[in-house]
């Protein structure tokens, strides 16, 4: 069993910055491939980015290639989002998820098992 725990969401003005963190419990962790996705309102859950498990290889969405960077902990069982000049698109819930049974990178949604409980990330103009 994994849990994950996001924090770090809020409200940043268009072309701030915002870190968001994902502590996860379990062994697995250091094992598994990590991912981030995003949900806005009245929207799909959407891939942001993803990283295999040992950090070696990112993958991001064209929407946030450039602005956004992946990376991970595997000493504190954690990744993160640091995310840069933000737009007002990038409002939405953001979600941390784990693919335990996957370390490489992975894009859909229904190649992770265990999910956050989201951060609410704002992004005002």
């Known amino acids: 069993q994994v849990q994950l725990v996001e924090s770090g969401g809020g409200l940043v003005q268009a072309g701030g910055s915002l870190r968001l963190s994902c502590a996860a419990s379990g062994r697995t962790f250091s094992s598994s491939g990590m991912g981030w996705f995003r949900q806005a309102p009245g929207k799909e859950r959407e891939f942001v980015t993803a990283i295999n498990w040992s950090g070696s290889r990112t993958h991001y969405a064209d929407s946030v290639k450039g602005r956004f960077t992946i990376s991970r902990d595997n000493a504190k069982s954690t990744v993160y989002l640091q995310m840069n000049s933000m737009k007002p698109e990038d409002t939405a819930v953001y979600y941390c998820?784990?693919?335990?049974?996957?370390?490489?990178?992975?894009?859909?949604?229904?190649?992770?098992?265990?999910w956050g409980q989201g951060t609410q990330v704002t992004v005002s103009s």
């Open positions: 998820a784990a693919a335990i049974s996957r370390p490489g990178i992975s894009i859909t949604l229904r190649s992770y098992d265990y």
